[in-house]
């Protein structure tokens, strides 16, 4: 079946369907290579309750800002009562023409330690005064073999294992013992940082989530072979969950 999941302009007219559905504001984020990005931020968000969201900052990984768009089409009647820093689309110019960088060649995810990207600075700015239970950055890989996932280890809340085990229900985790060189069990690397190594190679998002915003940061990758349905679900699966955990917490009070 043909999609258009590299369409960016229906992209964002669904994103506008949703925002009206959901009585929230499709907000400017920036203007990059010719495109106009957007974000929404819902009035739930406050205190360190909240859920950061994003997905397309690599070009060549559709399903992720088609599986962030599908389920926020299937929420948009609960959307505006979450905590949610949602980035629909981080790198237009890169989904259109199925490419990781943007039309210099700059991959915006080694960019976030400081504000010379004029998208990656507009980023950290909507996300400044922000503090999150949760980000998902939300990614794909061809030489994966399965889905897998980051965490970044900072304490007793993690939980990654689970959310591996709700995609694990739509596609297999990724069998490989070394994953990207780093070691992986059952799909999952969990890892702390050294800010020196990334000082050298860029801050990641997550790596900057993680340091200045978020309690737990995930980076979820599913394998671009598969089939393009598969993967949207699978990164589905992983967001149902998250806003299952965040829920939990905002209904707690
Ligand atoms: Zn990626």
């Given at each position: 079946m043909l999609h258009r999941s590299h369409d960016y302009a229906h992209l964002i007219a669904r994103w506008r369907s949703v925002?009206?559905?959901?009585?929230?504001?499709?907000?400017?984020?920036?203007?990059?290579d010719g495109s106009d990005l957007f974000y929404i931020e819902t009035p739930r968000l406050a205190g360190n309750a909240g859920l950061y969201l994003s997905a397309g900052i690599h070009g060549d990984e559709p399903a992720a800002p088609e599986a962030l768009a599908r389920w926020a089409e299937k929420n948009a009647a609960r959307l505006a009562e979450l905590p949610l820093l949602i980035f629909p689309c981080l790198n237009p110019w890169g989904l259109r023409n199925n490419v990781r960088t943007d039309s210099r060649g700059r991959d915006l995810n080694r960019m976030f330690h400081d504000d010379r990207h004029p998208v990656v600075a507009a980023v950290r700015k909507v996300t400044q005064p922000h503090r999150f239970h949760i980000a998902l950055p939300m990614h794909e890989d061809y030489d994966a073999q399965g889905i897998y996932l980051y965490e970044v280890q900072r304490g007793p809340h993690d939980f990654g294992e689970e959310l591996l085990r709700r995609a694990a229900k739509i596609l297999p985790a990724?069998?490989?013992?070394?994953?990207?060189?780093?070691?992986?069990k059952?799909?999952?690397?969990r890892r702390r940082i050294s800010p020196k190594k990334f000082?050298?190679?860029?801050?990641?998002?997550?790596i900057w989530l993680h340091l200045f915003h978020s309690e737990n940061t995930f980076t979820f990758e599913t394998p671009s072979e598969a089939a393009l349905d598969?993967?949207?679900r699978a990164h589905m699966a992983v967001l149902d969950e998250c806003v299952r955990r965040i829920a939990r917490r905002t209904n707690r009070g």
């Open positions: 925002a009206r559905a959901a009585g929230l504001r499709l907000r400017t984020l920036a203007k990059d990724d069998p490989r013992v070394k994953i990207d060189s780093s070691t992986a059952n799909g999952l690397i000082e050298t190679m860029g801050y990641p998002e997550a598969m993967r949207v």
